[in-house]
């Protein structure tokens, strides 16, 4: 049998697949690279990827992905507006030089995020007796923490109000609540 398949005849034998006559196809046809439409589909994966990162890599990979998709999605845009960028070897390099750019510098200001300059919590209850120099037992913000005191020479009782002045590690620097008192 002889098909006539985008202007080319094509010989199929009756016993040969849908393969076989891929195979003939690619030898008689030439196919056409479309650059833009590479660049929009790799675009649009990079900015799916970004969707089903797992949450442990999004925190340290966050936009990175979105970045070379919107990155690939201005490139795609250009090769099919202008011919200034018909070339694929400059694509590649335009696209490699935008994204290590916004990387680089947009990505650290979209990730900025205000410093909390009070803390959220800063009472907690001691359990046990804090002695100078020694560490003992506190409650804060319904965990179990080291404390010490820092600066303080008397015996903090157990069951009182302390203010949290910072944390060391996994062990809080506290005062009693009467220093603060009047």
């Known amino acids: 049998m002889v098909y006539l398949v985008l202007g080319q005849e094509v010989n199929v034998f009756p016993s040969s697949t849908f393969i076989s006559?891929?195979?003939?196809?690619?030898?008689?046809?030439?196919f056409l690279f479309n650059p833009s439409l590479f660049w929009?589909?790799?675009?649009?994966?990079?900015?799916?990827?970004?969707?089903?990162?797992?949450?442990?890599?999004?925190?340290?990979?966050?936009?990175?992905?979105v970045i070379l998709g919107v990155n690939a999605l201005i490139v795609a845009f250009f090769a099919w507006r202008y011919t200034l960028l018909q070339d694929t070897r400059f694509q590649i390099a335009y696209w490699m030089a935008l994204s290590t750019?916004?990387?680089?510098?947009?990505?650290?200001?979209?990730?900025?995020?205000?410093?909390?300059?009070?803390?959220d919590a800063t009472e907690a209850q001691t359990l046990t007796e804090i002695v100078p120099g020694r560490t003992?037992?506190?409650?804060?913000?319904?965990?179990?923490?080291?404390?010490?005191?820092?600066?303080?020479?008397?015996?903090?009782?157990?069951?009182?109000?302390?203010?949290?002045?910072?944390?060391?590690?996994?062990?809080l620097i506290v005062l009693p609540e009467n220093l603060f008192q009047r």
């Open 101 to 119: 750019a916004c990387v680089i510098w947009v990505r650290p200001m979209l990730l900025k995020r205000k410093k909390v300059a009070i803390l």
């Open 40 to 65: 929009f589909s790799g675009g649009f994966v990079f900015c799916l990827i970004e969707l089903f990162l797992p949450n442990t890599w999004a925190k340290q990979y966050k936009l990175i992905p």
């Open 21 to 30: 006559v891929l195979a003939q196809l690619t030898s008689v046809v030439t």
């Open 136 to 171: 003992g037992k506190a409650l804060y913000e319904g965990c179990l923490w080291q404390a010490r005191t820092e600066g303080y020479q008397g015996t903090i009782a157990p069951h009182q109000k302390v203010y949290v002045l910072r944390r060391e590690g996994n062990t």
